[in-house]
Structures are given as structure tokens and as C-alpha cells.
């Protein structure tokens, strides 16, 4: 084989090696956003877990705010109930806005406001809200990188080749934009009945 | 935002890259003036790195026991732990060790090779005196330093500085004892040997300071970058903005401290000079004092956060107020002498 032959040979390897080089990264990028997806998950699970016992604490100095118990539980109960991407959103957004009315009840009560268990549950609250959205706000960040990398050239042409997507970002629902009306007189269809559950949502594809 | 940090990024690469620039310089006019030719850089090169990386290694426990931390542990810290994971889990980095210093300056620092490794300390007196928001402000430049790698870059500088004062130093003697190639030009007239040796040897008195210079600007600039870096995590200025103006405010420093461990705070631990100078400071004394600071002024900090582009509420800046302590202070510290 003469110099040409070689050379040709080398400008081969050289491109294959760049294909895989490309093509890892964009691999370890679209796995970051699986990744991120399921530590949203994980800082909504510690969220609904705190919920039972908050509710415990304030009942135990305002049990006749009954109304305000058996809203917070059945908005936690349909949380975690909800499948499906728009469920889940608004399923949130209910609960949160039990847990603001549950918070402004515990405010009218002083002896519960120096309670210790309390401040600490609250507490506990007010960083598991900042998780979640932290957690959003990082899923987003990978799925900027990714898209970012999928779009510019040359990766573009490889990613078309080899069927890289663009994903969709964690986006407030417009419906959770405008204050949600808590509403209990019509209980919403049950989510985790028969037929209509599947798998727990996974991360939007596009 | 986005620009802030990749702006903040380049500059940092171009210090470091004229630092190495710096470092090959002086390294070929130490070559030709010594008869150690390449051997000299190399052998300080090792020496330097022996020197400083066992401290890399254990910087996190060398920062810690230094300034007499403690693990936070226990109910009231609930809140600084809760802070730090969520910022941990916005930055992408395993959450650090958290430590408690018992101290009435505010002040944090962040230390660790790796974010693997890492670990965070903030005195009582942060805690008494900064906001949920201020608090979570404040954490966030500490993770963006741990998420940069500042501990390895300032490393990095740290060793380059004594690579350059062991050539310096080298020179001076090699030249003391007249081993020298390139000649005082007395056999040679007044040739180009003559000229590079006068050269050599202007460049070899001034290397070890502009080596501190850039040191020093390289630090500057990695505290702008990790507070650009904290709003990419908050998402909120006015927080950090909000904890520096607390910071100007406060006259308090944190007893523990010293020069070494300096850049690691959030707030330089160290008075400063002239930086705030009396009104009879010459401009020169005083720009030569902000050179050698390891964090820039705190009103730079402000107005480059408020200018990140996401709307602080606190518009433009304040008139500072006016320093309460007389402001002659110590002269400017002397260059750390290595070997």
C-alpha cells in the first residue's frame, strides 16, 4: 500500500474514533436526563411522606379543624395516586395549596407555632419544596445539554443518524399557572382504579 | 447568566494559560543563563508539586482542624443541611460535609479536592445573621467553588508561584557564584549575551511578584465566577446580593483565619488595607493593595450580580458606607518565601 493508501487508511480511524467519541457523549447526556427524572420522583415521594405526621402535629392542638385534615389527606392520597404527567401536575398543585391552608390554620394557634415537632416538620417542608424544585431545575438543565448538543453542527448530522430526540422540558402546566380552587364536592375520577393505571409516568420523550 | 459564566470561565483560562506562559518564560531564560539547562524547571517543577499537592490531598482536613470546625450536627442545623442538599442536588454534586465554626464574624468557606470529598464550613455568626434566602445565597457560591474546582485551580496557581520563586531563587544564587553562561558580557562586550543577561536578571528580581500578582487575580477571578455560578443554581440575585450587603456592612473578622486559607472564605478574613484607603492614598498604593486581595471588592461583586439578567430588586447600587475603623492598617503583606 503506498502513502496514499496509509493516509487514507489514518483519516478512516481517525473519523471512527470521533463517531464513538460523539455518539458516547451524547449517550451519557440522554442518561442524565432519566436520571434526573427519577430524583424528581424521589423528592416527591419525601414530600408525601412527611405529610401524615404534619398532619398528626396540628391535630393534636386544633382537632376540631377537621375539614382542613381531610382535605390535606385526600390531596396526598391523590397525589400519589396520580399517573400520567398532567395528573401528577395537578394533583401537586391541589396539595399544595392544602398545605398552605393547613399552614395558615396552625397560624391561629400560638402553642402549636413554639411547638418544636412542628417548626421542625415546617422546616423539613420548606426544604423538601426546595428539592423538588432544585430537582426540576436540574432535569432541565440536562435536557438543555442534550438538546443543545443534538442541534449543533456536525453532532446534529450524527444524531439524526442514530435516532438521538430531542426530550421536552419539566414545564409548569399552563392550568397550574393561575391559582387552583380547592374543590372536594366533586371527587375527580378515581386515578388508581381499575384499568386506568399503568406504570409510573416516565420522562416526556418530546 | 449564561454569558457571565462563560466570560468568567475564558478569563480564568486566560490566567492561568499567561501564567503558564510566565512559568515556560522564565523557565527557558533560567535554562540559558545556568549551565542546569532543562534540568532546573523540571527539578523545580517537582519540588514545587511535592511541596504543595500533599496539602491538596488533605485540604479538606488541613482547612477544617485550622480553623477549628465542627460537624453540624443536631436539630437547629436542620435548616443549613436542608440548604446545602437541595444546592447539591441542583449543582449535580454529592452533598458536602457540612461544618459549624464557632465564630460572631459571619463567614463560610468551602474546601475539598473533589466534589467527592468536599465539605463546607459557615461560623454562628453567618447563621445569626443571614435570611433563609441570604443563607441559601451564600451556600450556593460555596458549592459553585467546590462544582468549579477551585481547591485544584487555585493548586494549580499555588504551584506554579513556587515554581517560579525556586528559579528565581536559583538564579540569584547560581549567579552568586558565578555559574553562569550567558556572561556579565566583560569578555564578550556589550553583545546580545549582554543584553539577555541584564534581562535575566531584572526578570528574575520581579518574576516571584508578578507570579503573586496573577495568583491573586486568578483567585478574583474564580470568586466572580462562583458567584455568577450560585444565580445558575438560585436563580435568585437578590439573595447573595442581599448576604454581601450584609457582609459590607458587618466590620467583624473571623479570628481563625490566616493568609493561606484566605481565598477559601467567602469574605476575605483579612482587614483590608488601602483598597478602602484613607483620602490621602495615592491612586497607585492603592491599586497596588486591591492587586494582592484574594476576592474582589464586595460593590464589584454586587453590581456584577445585579447586572446577571435576572432582575434584582435591589436596582443600582448604594453609595457604600463610610469605613468606621481608621483604615491605616499593616503594610501589604510580604511575597511567601518557599525554600
Known sequence: MGAVGWIVLGVIVLLVIIVIVMYNRLVRLR??????????????????????????????????????????????????????????????????????????????????????????????????????????????????????SIEVFPTNVLAGAFGFKERAYFEAETASREPVKVDFSNPPPEAGGAGAAGPPAGPPAS | MYERISSNVRKSWLLIGAFVVFVVLIGSVFGYMTQFGFWGPAIALVIALLMVWGSYFNSDRIALSASRAKPAEGARYNQLHNIVEGLSIAAGIPKPRVYVIEDTAPNAFATGRNPEHAAVAVTTGLLAKMNRDELEGVMAHELSHIQNRDTLVMTLAVTLVGVIVLLADWMIRAMWWGGMTGGRGRDRGGGPGGLIAIFGIVLLFVAP?????????????????????????????????????????????????????????????????????????????????????????????????????????????????????????????????MG
Not at chain 1, 442524565?32 to 393534636?60: F, M
Not at chain 2, 493561606?260 to 483590608?272: D, G, K, M, Y
Not at chain 2, 491612586?283 to 454586587?302: D, S, V
Request: charged share 25%; glycine share 6%; proline share 7%.
Open chain 1, 31 to 148: 442518561n442524565r436526563i432519566d436520571a434526573a427524572w427519577s430524583q424528581i420522583d424521589v423528592q416527591l415521594k419525601r414530600r408525601y411522606d412527611l405529610i401524615p405526621n404534619l398532619v398528626e402535629t396540628v391535630r393534636g392542638y386544633a382537632s376540631h379543624e377537621r375539614e382542613t385534615f381531610e382535605q390535606v389527606t385526600r390531596a396526598r392520597q391523590q397525589a400519589v395516586d396520580a399517573r400520567g404527567i398532567e395528573d401528577q401536575a395537578q394533583a401537586e398543585n391541589f396539595l399544595t395549596q392544602t398545605l398552605r391552608s393547613l399552614f395558615a390554620v396552625a397560624e391561629a394557634y400560638p402553642q402549636l407555632q413554639a411547638n418544636q415537632n412542628f417548626l421542625a416538620l415546617q422546616e423539613e417542608l420548606t426544604g423538601t419544596e426546595g428539592r423538588i424544585a432544585f430537582s426540576r431545575q436540574f432535569y432541565n438543565e440536562q435536557v438543555l445539554a442534550y438538546d443543545n
Open chain 2, 209 to 337: 511578584l508578578v507570579a503573586q500578582l496573577l495568583q491573586f487575580a486568578i483567585s478574583r477571578q474564580r470568586e466572580f465566577l462562583a458567584d455568577a455560578d450560585a444565580v445558575n443554581f438560585t436563580r435568585y440575585p437578590d439573595g447573595l446580593i442581599s448576604a454581601l450587603r450584609k457582609l459590607q456592612e458587618d466590620q467583624t473578622v473571623v479570628r481563625t483565619a490566616s493568609r493561606a486559607t484566605a481565598h477559601l472564605w467567602i469574605e476575605s478574613p483579612i482587614p483590608h488595607q488601602a483598597a478602602r484607603g484613607p483620602k490621602g492614598a495615592t491612586k497607585q498604593g492603592a491599586w497596588l493593595n486591591r492587586m494582592f486581595e484574594t476576592h474582589p471588592p464586595l460593590e464589584m461583586r454586587i453590581e456584577a450580580l445585579q447586572k446577571s439578567g435576572l432582575g434584582g430588586a435591589f436596582g443600582p447600587t448604594r453609595p457604600a458606607a463610610e469605613p468606621t475603623r481608621p483604615a491605616a492598617g499593616e503594610p501589604p503583606p510580604p511575597p511567601p518565601s
